[in-house]
């Protein structure tokens, strides 16, 4: 299984970016695709989960009602819509997955067994 995430770049401050992150591989049915993001000498911390099984959807509180997560199954990718982006969310971002994770653990990398380079999002002031 092969996760690759593309999309990011640099945007201004109250701009939109889409990240992308497409699965390949063998037959793959994740219970939820994650994203991920970091910034230099900090964990890597949850931006938004879902569940590709029931569609539901969590956030991080500093992207709550600003960044959209969303799946295409017949696409098998993961979508990671980015809007009123603010400096403070510049960092790598990294997608994400796993079949057995729980909602109380999505937080949590290790609960991850697969994992897609990142996509470096900047956003200027």
């Known amino acids: 299984v092969q996760l690759q995430a593309s999309g990011g770049g640099l945007a201004q401050a109250g701009g939109s970016l889409r990240l992308s992150c497409v699965v390949s591989g063998r037959t793959f049915s994740p219970r939820y695709m994650t994203w991920f993001r970091q910034t230099p000498g900090k964990e890597r911390d949850i931006v938004a989960a879902?569940?590709?099984?029931?569609?539901?959807?969590s956030y991080g509180d500093s992207v709550k009602g600003r960044f959209t997560i969303s799946g295409d199954k017949a696409k098998n990718t993961v979508y990671l819509q980015m809007n009123s982006l603010r400096p403070e969310d510049t960092a790598v971002y990294y997608c994400?997955?796993?079949?057995?994770?729980?909602?109380?653990?999505?937080?949590?990398?290790?609960?991850?067994?697969?994992w897609g380079k990142g996509t470096l999002v900047t956003v200027s002031s």
């Open positions: 994400a997955s796993s079949s057995s994770v729980i909602q109380s653990n999505l937080a949590s990398e290790t609960a991850y067994a697969y």
């Open positions: 879902y569940n590709w099984r029931g569609g539901t959807t």
